[in-house]
Every structure is written in C-alpha cells, then in structure tokens.
C-alpha cells in the first residue's frame, strides 16, 4: 500500500508559477514511478508528468512540456511538480499517483492516488 498526500496548490495567475508536492508513505518509495494527473471540471483526467524510480527519466504530456518539470527526492519520500508560465488552461484539480504505468491498450494510470489539490489559474 501507498499513501499520499499533495500540497501546494492555489490561486495564481496567468504567466505565474507554484509548486506542487506530495509525500508518500508505506512501501519503499524508490521502488515504483511516480507521476502526476489532472481533472479539470467536465474533462477527463489526463495525465500532466511522470518521473521513474530513480528520478533519471521523466516524461511529459504535450501540452505542460517546458513549462513544468517534475522532480523526487527519494530521501525524502517526496515528488514535485514545478509549474511555471501558467495558462487559465492549466486550471484544474491535480493528483499525485504512485506506481504510474502506460500500456498501449490502457494509456497512462497508476495503482494509488493522493485526494488531489486545487490549481486555479486567472486570466
């Protein structure tokens, strides 16, 4: 089992930055990837950023490369999301996942989810 707990998000706007965390506790967390999602109102959840085990490889959808960055420390037990230039589009709830996967027939998902943490960004 896998718990975590996001922070960090809030109300910015446009062109501003946050910063986005969640720690994660139970089983050893340099052992599975961890990545992030969001669902904003009446859209599916999406997947935003992973990073792997070692924190050596991440990944990024399209519509967040370059401007966010994700990050782990494994000593702490933490991930980041680093969310810079941000558009009214990046407006949504963000949830941080543990055991992140992407399979063909599946698409991007993971087996544990944090509660989730509100960004809203002002035009």
């Known amino acids: 089992q896998v718990q975590l707990v996001e922070s960090g998000g809030g109300l910015v706007q446009a062109g501003g930055s946050l910063r986005l965390s969640c720690a994660a506790s139970?089983?050893?967390?340099?052992?599975?990837?961890m990545g992030w999602f969001r669902q904003a109102p009446e859209k599916e959840r999406e997947f935003v950023a992973a990073?792997?085990?070692?924190?050596?490889?991440?990944y990024y959808a399209d519509s967040v490369k370059g401007r966010f960055t994700i990050s782990r420390d494994n000593a702490k037990n933490t991930v980041d999301l680093q969310m810079n230039s941000l558009k009214p589009e990046d407006t949504a709830v963000y949830y941080c996942?543990?055991?992140?996967?992407?399979?063909?027939?599946?698409?991007?998902?993971?087996?544990?989810w944090g509660q989730g943490t509100q960004v809203t960004v002002s035009s």
């Open positions: 996942a543990a055991e992140f996967r992407y399979g063909v027939n599946y698409g991007y998902t993971a087996n544990y």
């Open positions: 990073v792997n085990w070692s924190g050596g490889v991440t």
């Open positions: 139970g089983r050893t967390f340099s052992s599975y990837d």
